[in-house]
Each structure stands twice: as structure tokens, then as C-alpha cells.
């Protein structure tokens, strides 16, 4: 007898790094991503969409993560054996746009860009492969007062996105300084390897503090799963210039601007460096900007190579714990910076640029955690279906609280009442509306406070008291339906 032959079943699950969202997740994105467009437009940027997919050669080689496959990137051969790869920012491909279009486009070019974009790298908390950015870039304006705008423009931003002016802090550097730092410890512009290793330690300081840099600044490192990252083979005291570099932040913005100049002014780039942050600093208190808000701070690097000049990078200034009430750490949640010779790459004449991104999936995630961001997105007021050949009325109340602006929608289900009632738990359901053949010979709907009742059932220990009140659930004239959902509405914000 022949064996029957197995039926291969996929394992149902999402690839790692990656994550599916639904329903409240993806409304507080979307009021997120509305809030911040806004800011940008008051600003003057206009919006603009471009593909997933660039071809690689376009996009550049610029990512931090050099050790994971295609250079941090997903690429894939198209038929005419053109390689092309997910974008890894919206930078990029705004570059590629505006060297395509360079004839037309007013300069400076300012527009925003929001969407989806993907990096192959080690994914961690709050760290995801495919995140969602939503930037806003100035092209064709010189430093520094295009760079002060994107500060002062991303602070109103972030707060716009819920976050008040307490909870975060944007931190500034200038990668002219960080040149002036690779002069005095004797690293040549030219010898890329070594200047990108140490480039790449100091912007994992964050995450592995002093120790780990001075690994990586030398011989190199482990990580906790074993794998090994070579280090930038400097010698000891060259190590000890780096981080007395890092560590070289003072109290105000001015003083760290002394400390800086007497650190790398004998260097050409340095001292320019110092002279736009200093710049920066004045137009900050010129604009009210405090510097509790605004710090110049030398151990901001930004990852991305294409930097060359302001970069600066929105830090939480609280903690966040995961679900263990482990401390989290998120990093940035924006960043952004000036990058003159992205367009060069394409015009071969320098196009001065700086721009600004907000990372909403990394912000919503840290925000989550935090527990801090206010109430999740309500689901929709769920209609009760008790009997089938009453649909067409129940479907009449849905379309009158959707008239009034109010979400609903009618169980479809085909289950009993208890079923209905556990779905409109699932939906996250403010209120529930019951009309059974009871309350329509009286002409009546019962409308049931599922927030209130909630509450209340975690107050009130004693049953007649229940019995008594029941606050949260109220029978009203069927005309009245609307009012009285909008009434319970109100007592749940």
C-alpha cells in the first residue's frame, strides 16, 4: 500500500525584525504622521512620493552596517540584470529626484516625504527591519540657517506628535568637528577604512557606552551573541583623544564651543566646525529655543556616511521599561543633518542640502512603552444584531452615528449575545447599542457605557450597589440614539 503523501503547511509567521499592526496601532501612526505633515507645511515644504525601489547604484553605499549582506541593504536583480534595492531612507531617493529634475525645481527645494523604509540589520527593541520615516528637506541652501530651521522645526514636530517640550532633548554636532578630531589624532581624509571604523565606534556610544567604544576605537569587539566587530587599531593615546572628545560636553552650549575650539580649532575643518555650531547656538537663543532643548553635545555622530557638516539627533529624556519593567533603551527617535555632496554624486557640482526625519515607528513604539501617550485609538461603537430580520434597522442606527461623525458599525457575526458582546470587548468598543424585542415596543435603545462599566466594575464591590445604579448602561428614546452616544462618548475622553 502506497504511503499518502504529506502536505507541506507553511509556518505562519512574520520574518524577524518585521511586524504586522492593526487597528488602534496604525490610527495613532496615521494622527501621528497627519500631525507632523502639518508642521511641515506651515513651514513651506511641499510633499512628494517616490518609489520603494531605487537601483542601487543610485542609492549609494552609505549605511553603518557594512557587515550584513548587500551592505545593509534588500536588493534584487531586476530582468535586465539591474540591481535594485528597498530604500534605506527617503534622503537618498530625494537626491536622485532632484539630479533627475534639477532644471525644473526651484532652489531651494524644500519638500516633505513620508513612508515605509527598509535596512537589513540586526533588529532589537524598538529596532525593526522596515520602519516607517517621515522627513522634511531643504536642497540648494548653505549652512548654518537652514540647519537652525530643521532644529527649531523639528522640536514643534516632535511635540506636535505628543510629546511634550520636557520629554525630549535634540542634541547637535558638526561633522566638520569630528574632522578636526581625525586630524589631530592623525588619521588622513583619504584613508577611509580607518576613518569610518572610528566613525562608526563613536556612534554606538550610546548603546555601548565608554567601554565598548574604547573596544571598538582598538583592537576590536564581541558582542553577546558572538560575533566579532574589528575595531579601528588605534593606539592608547590616540584612544584617550577620542573620548576626551565625547566627554568634552559642558553645561551650555557656548562652553562646549570653547572646549571644542581648544580640542580641534588648530584644525582648518575644526575650526569651521566650531563656527557654525557656535552660529547655531546664537540663532537658538535668538529664537527662544532653550538649550535644555537644543544641546550641542560632541558625541553625536549619525551613522549615515553622507553627512558633511550639522547633524543632530531627538533623544527621549525619559525611561522606558519594557513589558518585564526592564529599562529600554530607543536611541533616536529623529534625526537629521546636512549632507552637501549627495546631489554631487549625480551633477558633479556640490548642492548644499540639510534635512530633518522623524522615525514614527521607533517614537510610537518607545511611547507605548512608556505608557505615557495618552489613550489608545477607540474602536468603533458596535450595534448588537439580536434579531436577524431586523438588520435593516440596525444598519439605519449605524448609518445615523456615522452621519454624526461617530465610528460604528453593525455585528455581522451570526452569534448570540454573548458572542457579540465579548466581539465588541475585542474591537475595544466604547459602547455597545442593544435593542431587543423589549426595548422596540417601547420605542427605546439601550446604550451601554463599556468604558464606564469597566471602571466601575473595578470600584464597586458590592452588588446591590450594582444592581442599584448601573450608570454605565441607560435606555433612551430610539430618536435620541445619537445624543446619548455622543453624551457617553464625552464621559469616556
Not at 237 to 259: G, L, P, R
Request: aromatic share 6%.
Amino acid at each position: 500500500m502506497a504511503k499518502s503523501k504529506k502536505t507541506f503547511r507553511p509556518k505562519a509567521r512574520a520574518p524577524r525584525g518585521f511586524r504586522d499592526r492593526y487597528g488602534a496601532d496604525l490610527a495613532a501612526e496615521r494622527e501621528m504622521l497627519a500631525a507632523i505633515s502639518a508642521v511641515y507645511e506651515r513651514y513651506g515644504f511641499d510633499p512628494l512620493e517616490t518609489s520603494a525601489f531605487e537601483y542601487t547604484d543610485a542609492l549609494g553605499k552609505f549605511l553603518p552596517d557594512v557587515d550584513r549582506p548587500n551592505a545593509g541593504v534588500f536588493s534584487v536583480q531586476d530582468d535586465d540584470e539591474q540591481w535594485m534595492s528597498l530604500r534605506y531612507d527617503l534622503t537618498a531617493p530625494l537626491a536622485r529626484y532632484v539630479a533627475e529634475h534639477y532644471d525644473a525645481l526651484p532652489k531651494p527645494f524644500r519638500r516633505y516625504a513620508m513612508g515605509p523604509v527598509w535596512r537589513n540589520e540586526k533588529p532589537g527593541p524598538g529596532r525593526f527591519r522596515q520602519f516607517t520615516q517621515i522627513d522634511a528637506d531643504t536642497v540648494g541652501a548653505p549652512a548654518p540657517h537652514a540647519d537652525v530651521e530643521c532644529v527649531v522645526m523639528l522640536a514643534e514636530a516632535i511635540e506636535a506628535a505628543g510629546l511634550g517640550p520636557d520629554r525630549f532633548v535634540i542634541r547637535i554636532n558638526d561633522r566638520n568637528a569630528l574632522t578636526g578630531l581625525l586630524d589631530v589624532v592623525g588619521v588622513a581624509e583619504e584613508d577611509a577604512p580607518k576613518k569610518l571604523a572610528i566613525l562608526r565606534a563613536l556612534d554606538k556610544l550610546d548603546r555601548l557606552g565608554a567601554e565598548g567604544v574604547r573596544l571598538l576605537l582598538g583592537e576590536g569587539r564581541k558582542d553577546e551573541s558572538g560575533d566579532y566587530t574589528k575595531g579601528a587599531k588605534l593606539d592608547a593615546a590616540s584612544i584617550d583623544k577620542v573620548m576626551a572628545f565625547t566627554e568634552a560636553t559642558a553645561d551650555t552650549n557656548a562652553a562646549t564651543c570653547d572646549a571644542l575650539s581648544g580640542i580641534v580649532g588648530g584644525s582648518a575643518a575644526g575650526a569651521r566646525g566650531v563656527e557654525t555650531l557656535a552660529a547655531m547656538a546664537a540663532q537658538f537663543r535668538a529664537l527662544g529655543l532653550e538649550e535644555s532643548r537644543a544641546k550641542i553635545d560632541l558625541s553625536v555622530v549619525r551613522g549615515l556616511e553622507y553627512y558633511t557638516g550639522p547633524v543632530f539627533e531627538a533623544e527621549l529624556a525619559f525611561e522606558t521599561l519594557d513589558e518585564e519593567g526592564r529599562p529600554v533603551r530607543f536611541g533616536s527617535v529623529a534625526s537629521g543633518g546636512r549632507y552637501d555632496g549627495l546631489v554631487e554624486r549625480f551633477k558633479g557640482v556640490e548642492v548644499p542640502a540639510v534635512g530633518v526625519s522623524v522615525g514614527v515607528s521607533r517614537l510610537r513604539a518607545a511611547l507605548e512603552l512608556s505608557a505615557k501617550d495618552g489613550a489608545s485609538a477607540s474602536g468603533p461603537v458596535v450595534i448588537l444584531a439580536l434579531e436577524a430580520d431586523r438588520m435593516s434597522e440596525y444598519q439605519a442606527m449605524a448609518a445615523e452615528l456615522r452621519a454624526a461623525g461617530v465610528r460604528a458599525e453593525v455585528y455581522l457575526g451570526g452569534s448570540g449575545m454573548r458572542a457579540q458582546m465579548k466581539y465588541a470587548d475585542k474591537r475595544a468598543a466604547p459602547i455597545a447599542i442593544i435593542q431587543g424585542e423589549d426595548e422596540r415596543s417601547k420605542g427605546e435603545v439601550t446604550v451601554k457605557d463599556l468604558v464606564l462599566g469597566s471602571r466601575l466594575s473595578k470600584e464597586i464591590q458590592d452588588n446591590a450597589e450594582w444592581r442599584e445604579g448601573q450608570p454605565a448602561q441607560v435606555s433612551v428614546p430610539r430618536d435620541r440614539l445619537v445624543d446619548a452616544v455622543n453624551e457617553a462618548l464625552l464621559r469616556s475622553r
